[in-house]
């Protein structure tokens, strides 16, 4: 049984998933789902997809501001992961705290690659732990194992 928080999650996007009480995540939205994430109180978008897939929505940033709320594109070229991209997610989720902020990318892949680096380094989960979440969305590729390995002292 799923908590009383949970009961609305619209579970019908792609790959969605709960981090905690305050982030979701998922693949891509249509815009009804849209509708869906803001009704269960999220106020912050951050997609991390391009808009140029075939599965991007055509006007996201403007369906998400007709819906009250606000939206950030990251926009993370998939063969090609950095720090920097990284960086600007990071600061861009905890500038949202402590609002319900939903990220997405297409299929979940960066954002659940993201949270995984996010927990393990910036968190201090242990490795395994802040892995399991991202290996229920995806198993990633030798570019993405590459990035992920890469660990920024900084953290």
Same mark, same amino acid.
């Given at each position: 049984? *799923?908590?009383?928080s949970q009961i609305n999650d619209p579970t019908d996007v792609l790959n969605w998933r709960r981090i905690d009480e305050r982030i979701t995540t998922s693949g891509q939205p249509t815009t009804?789902? %849209? &509708?869906?994430?803001?009704?269960?109180?999220? @106020?912050? =978008? =951050?997609n991390l997809g391009l808009h140029s897939h075939e599965r991007a929505l055509a006007d996201e940033a403007g369906d998400v501001a007709r %819906?009250?709320?606000t939206y @950030?594109? #990251?926009? $993370? +070229?998939?063969?090609?992961?950095? +720090?920097? /991209?990284?960086? &600007?997610? *990071? &600061? *861009? #989720? +905890? @500038?949202? !705290?402590p609002a319900m902020v939903h990220v997405h990318c297409i299929f979940n892949w960066r954002v659940s690659a993201f949270f995984y680096k996010y927990r393990r380094d910036v968190l201090g989960l242990d490795e395994k732990q802040a892995r399991m !979440?991202?290996?229920? $969305?995806?198993?990633? /590729?030798a570019v993405w194992t590459a990035f992920l390995e890469r660990r920024d002292e900084r953290t």
């Open positions: 049984m *799923r908590p009383a009804r789902q %849209l &509708a869906a994430i803001a009704a269960i109180g999220v @106020s912050h =978008i =951050i %819906l009250g709320m @950030s594109h #990251l926009p $993370v +070229e998939f063969g090609c992961p950095t +720090e920097a /991209d990284f960086a &600007a997610f *990071r &600061a *861009r #989720l +905890e @500038s949202t !705290e !979440e991202m290996e229920t $969305v995806w198993q990633p /590729d």
